[in-house]
């Protein structure tokens, strides 16, 4: 099963088992947020980006400047490890991963959450690649990414015991596009797909597809 028939499956389990409310209204607020074109004001293909550095989840500093020394690097944004999307995502792009470094490629994932929850996601969804800890959306905000849940799905959102503020270390309720980027050693992006519908996800081998090309 690739991603997409992967979302839509638990898009259908979702639509079972959600309040018909909440579901309505997660709806709206994403139609909300694609209506503010801020998914086109990101960092697009043949963009040139800055060179960042971000802390795993053991707190070790990771550079792209040093990670692009070895070939192109794939940098995903996800929301955090409490969004089921992500995590389906975070799987496929697992199980592409011998693809994606035959290829020639590094692979690094990107959340605003704090190093212990990115710990536990990555534990949690046994991935081998490095994931980075992006506290207050430093490097997602220089790409265009960061927006604001809606003050609507906040109390949802706690009703769920999801904290946001308190596994990304802040009170913003900011949080990443959905995004996935590949990045040339000369720092040029070949590739961009980011997306204000959080259901929606860039297929691992697309990327694949790109790098071997």
């Known amino acids: 099963m ?18 018909a409310d909440i579901l309505k209204l997660m709806t709206e607020v994403t139609e909300e947020l694609i209506a503010t074109g801020l998914a ?25 400047g040093q990670l692009l020394e070895n070939g192109p690097v794939v940098v995903s944004f996800y929301r955090g490890g409490w969004c089921p999307y992500c995590n389906l995502e975070l799987k496929a792009l697992q199980e592409k991963l011998p693809e994606i470094t ?11 959450e704090l190093p212990e929850s990115v710990q536990d996601t990555k534990t949690a969804n046994d991935l081998s690649f490095t994931v980075l800890s992006d506290v207050g959306n430093e490097v997602a905000k220089a790409f265009g990414l960061v927006f604001t849940l809606s003050e609507k799905l906040q109390p949802v959102y706690n009703k769920f015991g999801l904290d946001i503020p308190a596994r990304n270390g802040d009170q913003s309720w900011e949080l990443p596009f959905p995004a996935t980027f ?17 259901t929606q996800r860039l297929e691992p081998q697309e990327i694949v597809d790109h790098l071997r090309k």
């Open 2 to 19: 690739n991603l997409t028939d992967a979302i839509a499956a638990y898009e259908e389990a979702k639509k079972q088992k959600m309040p």
């Open 40 to 64: 086109e004001q990101t960092v697009k293909q043949g963009d040139k980006v800055n060179s960042f550095s971000l802390p795993d989840q053991q707190g070790n500093q990771q550079n792209l």
């Open 102 to 112: 035959a290829a020639g490629a590094n692979l690094v994932a990107v959340s605003p």
């Open 182 to 198: 590949v990045i040339q050693p000369d720092k040029t992006v070949s590739l961009a797909f980011v997306s204000a519908d959080y």
